[in-house]
């Protein structure tokens, strides 16, 4: 039995930096904690999009996690670039830059310099594609472009883009855009996660985590009005149905009260359990919708 801890957290008050800290939840008053809901996840971002609350690790913590694992580079388990001419609708092609968004932050974590700079350019593609590129400040580009080869620099500045194209595809109407980008880049670093570290409890107790975001997630892509994302949506809700199976176990830890501060601090903790035979039926799940949104 493979066991995860989440910490109980605000969903919109916690942001890490790396997959492996996590924070605390702070309240002014003193409150048992209840257990978690759909929109609670450890060590990961939030965003709104469509009155959903989603709370993800990005892909680049996914990435960080998987080479401080020490485990060795695999370049199959990138989308190939050749598939991108087939992203012909917004739809694909939101999704695509997704994928590559994550498949950028894994090659970086090696110093891959040359795959990095042919992911970046696809990346670069897609977001003219679909009008993103033209809205963001070019001296973000121009910084990608120049710190190509640095993996700390990189990371930083992947995510500032794709938190710039988010804002712009939400400022200009188009949510579902913006929900499909994350789409791809969560089913990226799940199926990178899987596969690349199967073997190691930690990346699959992350996985595991993943059961909170898979319901909110599947609502927000469940509202797409789009008959060629029909494929896609039930997938999702299969996947969605193979998370919810795991058991999820709320264990209670004393609070720790700041008297001087009046703020309290809810340690409360919930374990997601996966067995073996659940790891095999998450990865086949991934696969399958991965396989969906890449070709």
């Not at 990189?154 to 804002?167: E, P, S, T, V, W």
């Amino acid at each position: 039995m493979r066991k995860s801890t989440l910490l109980t957290l605000s969903a919109m008050a916690c942001f890490s930096i790396v997959m492996l800290t996590s924070c605390e939840e702070r309240t002014g008053t003193h409150q048992e904690v209840p257990a978690l809901d759909s929109n609670e996840i450890s060590s990961s971002g939030t965003m709104s999009l469509e009155g959903e609350i989603i709370s993800v690790p990005s892909p680049a913590q996914i990435a960080m996690l998987i080479e401080r694992a020490k485990i060795p580079f695999d370049a199959t388990l990138m989308n190939p670039l050749a598939n991108t001419s087939a992203y012909v609708t917004e739809q694909r092609k939101a999704m695509g830059l997704g994928v590559l968004g994550a498949d950028l932050a894994y090659a970086a974590n090696y110093e891959s310099g040359q795959l990095n700079s042919e992911y970046f350019n696809a990346i670069g593609k897609l977001a003219s594609d679909l009008q993103i590129i033209d809205h963001i400040d070019p001296k973000l580009v121009t910084s990608l472009n120049n710190h190509i080869g640095n993996r700390d620099s990189l990371l930083r500045l992947n995510a500032r883009f794709f938190q710039a194209g988010d804002n712009y595809l939400k400022e200009s109407q188009r949510p579902d855009l913006a929900a499909l980008v994350l789409l791809g880049g969560w089913v990226e670093a799940l199926y990178i996660s899987v596969k690349a570290g199967r073997a190691n409890e930690d990346i699959i107790s992350r996985v595991g985590e993943q059961k909170y975001a898979a319901a909110s997630m599947t609502r927000l892509v469940g509202k797409i009005t789009e008959p060629s994302l029909k494929a896609v949506q039930e997938q999702l809700a299969s996947l969605d149905d193979e998370f919810q199976g795991l058991r999820s176990v709320y264990t209670y830890q004393k609070p720790i009260n700041d008297s001087k501060e009046k703020i309290t601090y809810l340690r409360g903790k919930t374990t997601v359990e996966v067995t073996e035979q659940q790891l095999a039926a998450l990865e086949q799940a991934i696969t399958n919708l991965r396989n969906l949104i890449i070709r």
